[in-house]
T-cell receptor, first 112, second 116 residues
Framework: GENVEQHPSTLSVQEGDSAVIKCTYS??????FPWYKQELGKRPQLIIDIRSNVGEKKDQRIAVTLNKTAKHFSLHITETQPEDSAVYFCAARIFGNEKLTFGTGTRLTIIP | GAVVSQHPSWVICKSGTSVKIECRSLDFQATTMFWYRQFPKQSLMLMAT?????????EQGVEKDKFLINHASLTLSTLTVTSAHPEDSSFYIC????????????FGDGTRLSIL
């Protein structure tokens, strides 16, 4: 089955600076990679996703890049704000399978 | 669109009690729903995949008789934790995706279960 690794586990960034979270996956058949943001005690919320036919996707301050050859994908948050503080999870889904395999999460703290 | 409602949000009950959690897709049909368990400061662990009109598919290590799943309609799946014990205390979250290929999963608000 799929295995997803996520780094770092914690990340502190000065407000206004950029944050980068990286994930690697094991199964080359994975073709869908969402990122979720989870605030304490709340539901994971989809913030951006990317499919394997695209190398990069951007939505305002958030971008995701995918390197299929190396089997890794990254979340980039620019001009960070205090409300970006949360736990971020990457995930991967194998083509033809609806299950998501999640990374271990990154606790992002934005320092005012 | 794509709203998933989960109820109740918080349950506190005595050891030995059975607890039922509901997951509803409010504005779309979901042939498949998913049940996750999340311990504090940990990731989401898939427990089972719930399929409308058929038996759920459980992940390895998850007790079928302990965690009963019923998916009676295209908008409702239930998880019943039978004879709950303190070690079953956790945050349980459901998710669903629209019935089209490649749709993202949307999560419910989760249920915090505390067994005394």
């Amino acid at each position: 089955g799929e295995n997803v690794e996520q780094h770092p586990s914690t990340l502190s960034v000065q407000e206004g600076d950029s944050a980068v979270i990286k994930c690697t996956y094991s199964d080359s058949a994975s073709n869908y990679f969402p990122w979720y943001k989870q605030e304490l005690g709340k539901r994971p919320q989809l913030i951006i996703d990317i499919r394997s036919n695209v190398g990069e996707k951007k939505d305002q301050r958030i971008a995701v890049t995918l390197n299929k050859t190396a089997k890794h994908f990254s979340l980039h948050i620019t001009e960070t704000q205090p409300e970006d503080s949360a736990v971020y999870f990457c995930a991967a889904r194998i083509f033809g399978n609806e299950k998501l395999t999640f990374g271990t999460g990154t606790r992002l703290t934005i320092i005012p | 669109g794509a709203v998933v409602s989960q109820h109740p949000s918080w349950v506190i009950c005595k050891s030995g009690t059975s607890v039922k959690i509901e997951c509803r897709s409010l504005d779309f049909q979901a042939t498949t729903m998913f049940w996750y368990r999340q311990f504090p400061k940990q990731s989401l662990m898939l427990m089972a995949t719930s399929n409308e009109g058929s038996k759920a598919t459980y992940e390895q290590g998850v007790e079928k008789d302990k965690f009963l799943i019923n998916h009676a309609s295209l908008t409702l799946s239930t998880l019943t934790v039978t004879s709950a014990h303190p070690e079953d205390s956790s945050f349980y979250i459901c998710s669903a995706s629209q019935d089209r290929v490649g749709q993202p999963q949307h999560f419910g608000d989760g249920t915090r279960l505390s067994i005394l």
